[in-house]
């Protein structure tokens, strides 16, 4: 059943809307509920208030002081919800003895009687309080231009309630502890269409079950943020389009630098042009470049992806370029040594939580100088990023690591297995093909040594001589010399892409 | 008297060695009292008892009861007291106006209050007078209206009273009822010299067996040569305690003073103001201590602990001596101690009089609730 919203008002939403919002309140519990609102003149109407009231002092029970004591004593004796009075009365003490109590207590300016006619009026009509506080947090976000500002507005007007904005599993702005499953504790997601499109945008907050709001109230209270995050987002989108359609161009350019011939014939080296300054790129002594590619490339991906890389990878590198190139994105870092890769790890660790959601692999250069480096160094990380898709998503590979091996990534692994189909059609109908290709796969790996393939295997050499007779007999006839290198190019290109297949 | 120091007992007369635990002792139970005119008041007493020889101190049932007996006082500020000396012959002069009127010659002295410098006024006016002492009084301790007494409970009448001023001038004044003349005298005494000394509450030894508080001029003398006695606070309370009933509340450190311009009860004059007390150890509570012209309450952590007619005093930790409200600082180590008052002040008459309604609180006193 639906908890309906005429639930009693908690201190909390009281303290959010006039006449408190402009007191100074010291809340002991924001969760408490206000069930009725009383004015005491005298200790002795205190005395007789029940739970769960809060008491607005007046006149002989405000004269500071003692007075302010024992009434707060008063009040923890009754349980009551919280003790309104003048500021003037009320000394440090006053606050510390409330917190001592776990009182609350809330210290008001206007004069208590007007204040507890109000709040009456409140405690007694929940839900025209509660439009109230609606109407307030709209007014507030109606003022953020930018996505940090509207999830900041709410994770400070939502209490104890976090909220994030996530896209496909990543939080873009507010708190990610909206996302941490905990006991107690209700998540409520509201989605965010952007503009014309369909999208997996999601507002998702953390509901505490015995908190300060209710779970509709909430869940209303991020629908009213839905516009002004939509508005905020377009915005960003339309930065973000023009942003990344000018590094395009401008890295297209730089690309064609090193190509056409040095004007004057001089070898010294292609001028570093000055715009690429303006888009904050630097171009320099040592340019290490750092290749992002999806581990299965279908094409050029969306701008939204393109957005999410950018927000994650530049994110305490705002300088550092990101430019969509192919079936991934480009970006590098420039530095006066070569060898210094700390700034480059330290991106690369902050950035493999993203690589993974993302499913990106990620391939990285060596350094080289200029323009013409730069350049070289793209090649050289794009070549590293195929090799490095081999060890599944998040994956890194420096090309100083990769040496030769690079040009296995190269092998059309796809098109190989094809070909085994047609060649060697018994082989590929038998059941243990894949034990059998890998075992052909590990003898030619180890140059013919029985023994070494079985203890890379971890088989017995028994089963790896019976598993070969049985690939000989199947048409993989691996020692005929004239065929070693096709069928050993052959059972690489299976074994990579059937490995391929059991992970995905 | 046995002038023996540390003796504790009961006494037969005040010598002049008995004056310093005698001042002491009455200043424990007037604690808001400070110490301007302790040497000159002190000497007085100690040059007159030496002259005139001990002042024999008697209980109120040695003495016969139609023996008509009557009580002094200071009456007004301390410090007016210290700026205009007494000439001497004050209470003397108080004592015989009220004699003349009544024709009669008093066979013994009482102290209206046996505390604060009244207690030792009615030492002088016995040694000047050459009457004993009675060893009883009208309060127990300090209140801050003359018919605030046990004797003005049981139907004594204050008038006719006598207030002779350090001027040389006097007031007399009759009354039909008891609190019209405090209003009167305090009308008179800034003209008559900021102070005067009151002689009051004429009657006899045989009324005085019902309607004093006996024992309390012997016990401030013993109250004072605990005091006198500097030792160890704890020790000190503990030795209190067995003399007076008191009892520690809390020690804790003094953490703001509060001068507040609050409305104040108009009959009692004096400024309220607030005291917040940090309890060291225990329970760690907050003690709030309300000061008028002395301390009416105490709560701890807002919950009423100890309240007038109790007889809260400060003993400064440090010092190991009564702290005096005038020089309480923040940060000071104070023990907070209530003394019960005598079991009278806690009738529902004596509380409506004295009890913490007549300061402004309206909450019931934590030994009625």
Known sequence: ?504 | MTGQPGYIGASASITAEDVPALYEGAKFYSPAVGDANRSSITSWLAGLLDRNGPVPLLRVEAVPPETPCVSVCVLGSGSAMADLPPAGDEFEMAVRQIERLQRVSFGAVYPLAAATISALVAVVAAAQLRVPLLDADGMGRTFALIHHTAMHLSGVSPTPLAAVGPTGESVLVEVPSGPRADRMLRANVDTVGGWAALAAYPTTAGVLRRAALPGTVSRIANVGRLLLDRTDPDVLVTRLGTITGCRRLARGRIAELEHLSRPSDVTIPAHPSSLVVEETGGLGRQLRIELRSEIVAVFADGALVAGAPDLISLLDVSRGVLATLDSLEPGDLVDVLATPADAVWYSPRGMEMVGMGSHGIPLAHPRRR
């Not at chain 1, 009509?125 to 609606?134: C, E, H, I, W």
């Not at chain 1, 530049?314 to 006066?336: C, K, Y």
């Not at chain 1, 590979?397 to 796809?414: E, I, K, S």
């Open chain 1, 1 to 504: 059943m639906r908890r309906t919203s005429t639930l009693p008002i908690t201190l909390g939403e009281l303290a959010r809307i006039q006449p408190l919002a402009a007191a100074e309140p010291h809340l002991a519990d924001p969760s408490r509920t206000v069930e009725q609102v009383v004015l005491a003149e005298t200790f002795d109407r205190l005395r007789r208030c029940t739970p769960h009231v809060l008491v607005v002092l007046h006149n002989e029970a405000a004269t500071g002081g003692w007075s302010l004591a024992a009434a707060l004593h008063l009040a923890w004796e009754r349980n009551l919800s919280a003790v309104v009075v003048s500021r003037s009365v009320a000394g440090g003490s006053s606050v510390a003895l409330a917190e001592r109590l776990h009182m609350s207590l809330i210290l008001i300016d206007d004069d208590p009687v007007d204040v507890a006619l109000q709040l009456a009026g409140q405690v007694s009509a929940p839900a025209a309080a509660r439009a109230l506080r609606q109407a307030r947090l709209a007014e507030l976000l109606a003022e953020q231009t930018g996505i940090r500002g509207v999830l900041g507005v709410l994770n400070r007007e939502l209490q104890q309630v976090p909220v994030a904005l996530v896209i496909g599993g990543v939080v873009i702005a507010g708190q990610s502890a909206a996302l941490t499953e905990r006991p107690q504790m209700r998540q409520i997601e509201v989605e965010v269409h952007a503009p014309g499109e369909r999208s997996a945008a999601r507002l998702v907050a953390a509901v505490p079950v015995s908190g300060p709001a209710s779970v509709e109230q909430v869940e209303s209270l991020l629908r009213l943020a839905r516009p002004s995050l939509q508005a905020a987002w377009a915005q960003s989108r339309l930065d973000a389009a023009t942003r990344a359609a000018h590094e395009q161009a401008a890295f297209g350019l730089l690309r064609r630098l090193p190509s056409a011939p040095p004007p004057s014939g001089e070898q010294a080296g292609i001028e570093v042009p000055a715009w690429t300054s303006e888009l904050g790129w630097q171009v320099g002594e040592a340019n290490r470049a750092v290749w992002l590619a999806p581990l299965r490339p279908s094409g050029e991906p969306p701008p939204e992806i393109t957005y999410l890389i950018r927000a994650s990878w530049q994110r305490g590198h705002s300088t550092w370029p990101l430019v969509a190139e192919g079936d991934g994105w480009i970006s590098w870092h420039s530095g006066a040594d070569p060898d210094d890769v700390v700034a480059l790890r330290r991106a690369l660790a902050g950035f493999r939580d993203s690589a993974v959601a993302h499913r990106l692999v990620i391939g990285v250069g060596r350094a080289h100088a200029g323009v013409a480096g730069l350049m070289r160094s793209v090649a050289e990380a794009r070549l590293a990023a195929h090799v490095a898709r081999e060890s599944g998503p998040g994956a890194v590979q420096w090309f100083d690591q990769v040496g030769a091996n690079a040009a296995l990534a190269w092998l059309p692994t796809t098109e190989i297995a094809q070909v085994a189909d047609l060649c060697l059609e018994e082989l590929m109908a038998a059941k243990d093909r894949a034990a059998l290709v890998q075992t052909v796969l590990a003898v030619l790996d180890a140059g013919g040594s029985l023994s070494q393939a079985s203890q890379h295997l971890g088989v017995h050499r028994n089963t790896v001589l019976a598993r070969l007779a049985r690939a000989r007999q199947l048409g993989l006839t691996y020692d005929e010399p004239g065929q070693r290198l096709a069928l050993h190019v052959l059972s690489y290109a299976l074994t990579a892409l059937w490995s391929d297949n059991a992970a995905g």
